[in-house]
Nanobody, 128 residues
Framework: QVQLVESGGGLVQVGGSLRLSCAASGRTFSSYAMGWFRQAPGKERESVAG????????YYADSVKGRFTISRDNAKNTVYLQMNSLKPEDTAVYYC?????????????????????WGQGTQVTVSS
């Protein structure tokens, strides 16, 4: 079992920045690849970014490329999502999730079905 707790969400103006954190506890953090997803009201959950267990492989949704950066610190059991140049359409609940590291690749990272553990989510609201 892995427990995931997100933090860092909030209200920010257009063009601003936020850094989300996701702290993991339970089984060895480096056993898992990690992903960030988001869900806006009335919309399906969508993938934002994924990162391999060593941090070397990173993938992003086209909508956030060049603005968001995913990273992880295995010593701190934490994955981050740095979000810059925020837009109103980035408003959503953001979730982190953990996947068996052996299943992680450029296709699986974006599939919510591949992830075994989820956090409770943190709200990000971008005001115009």
């Amino acid at each position: 079992q892995v427990q995931l707790v997100e933090s860092g969400g909030g209200l920010v103006q257009v063009g601003g920045s936020l850094r989300l954190s996701c702290a993991a506890s339970g089984r060895t953090f480096s056993s898992y690849a990690m992903g960030w997803f988001r869900q806006a009201p009335g919309k399906e959950r969508e993938s934002v970014a994924g990162i391999g267990w060593r941090g070397g492989s990173r993938y992003y949704a086209d909508s956030v490329k060049g603005r968001f950066t995913i990273s992880r610190d295995n010593a701190k059991n934490t994955v981050y999502l740095q979000m810059n140049s925020l837009k109103p359409e980035d408003t959503a609940v953001y979730y982190c999730a953990a996947m068996d590291r052996l299943r992680f690749d450029s296709r699986s990272y974006s599939s919510f079905r591949e992830y075994n553990y989820w956090g409770q989510g943190t709200q990000v609201t971008v005001s115009s």
